[in-house]
């Protein structure tokens, strides 16, 4: 990781700032953020201090969540932001969006409430190179705030917020993929495609149309790339880089491969 860039770190204390003033602008002055849902260290500002410290308060000023290592794996709104890359609001009990989803409806939020002392709240996820997930909280305790009403007016902007925020704090750290000397060939992504599916080497090279010798290599080629070691780390890292959809399987519909 490279060294923090000051002046980029004061930036970034100035969009976190704007989402402070957002949330107080629509009545929702309660924030609770995280740059990474899989880290349980919270984001800091330029001196090293936890926003959730300084510029942000929480609905109940009793849970100190950024220094709870397991609170991501009980808080609805995380658990949501994992299968959610748009907005979504919470306002009776339940999460929403601007549209049905099965994802927001399979969870239980009423923890949210009966645990965490939120009426209301919108949530707006940031899905960012590499595979990482962050994430901003507005909230109240309010219940009868008439939030679905806020959320349709500001859910764009505050998203939009949000990206801008959590990428330029990561960027600033150097924690985001660097695309420099990252271009990898058409052969090295097929040949991580099918590895994704699952097939060995010999497979790949039946598939393709070269030796499994010539599989490894481009494997091996793609994995020094992508600053990784190894067949499996090589596959995650490029489908978090969108070169390989996870799940993918790119055999021709009725065709098997070994």
């Known amino acids: 990781m490279q060294t923090p860039d000051a002046d980029a770190l004061g930036l970034v204390d100035g969009y976190a700032a704007e989402i402070g003033a957002l949330g107080r602008e629509i009545g929702l002055p309660f924030i609770a953020v995280s740059a990474d849902l899989s880290s349980p260290d919270p984001m800091v500002d330029a001196a090293g201090r936890a926003y959730a410290e300084t510029l942000f308060q929480w609905v ?30 919470y306002a009776q009990g339940r999460l929403m969006t601007w549209r049905p989803s099965s994802s927001l409806d399979a969870i239980d939020a009423t923890a949210a409430t009966r645990d965490h002392g939120v009426g209301s709240a919108i949530v707006a996820p940031a899905y ?28 764009g902007p505050l998203h939009a917020r949000v990206l801008r925020f959590m990428s330029a704090y990561h960027d600033a750290r150097g924690e985001l993929p660097s695309p420099a000397a990252l271009r990898l060939t058409r052969r090295e992504i097929q040949c991580l495609k099918w590895a994704a599916a699952g097939k060995t080497d010999q497979a790949i090279a039946d598939l393709v149309h070269i030796s499994a010798p010539t599989v ?6 793609a994995a020094a790339k992508l600053r990784v070691v190894g067949r499996s780390q090589a596959v995650r890292e490029a489908a978090a880089l969108g070169y390989v959809g996870l799940g993918f399987n790119p055999a021709p519909r009725g065709r098997v491969g070994t």
């Open 216 to 221: 490894r290599f481009h494997l091996k080629n």
């Open 128 to 155: 960012l190179p590499g595979g990482v997930i962050g994430a901003v909280v507005w909230a109240s305790p309010d219940a009868d705030l008439d939030v679905a009403t806020v959320f349709a007016a500001w859910a």
């Open 60 to 89: 109940d000023p009793k849970l100190e969540y950024w220094k709870d290592r397991g609170f991501a794996l009980k808080s609805p709104f995380v658990q949501a932001a994992r299968f959610m890359a748009e907005p979504f609001y």
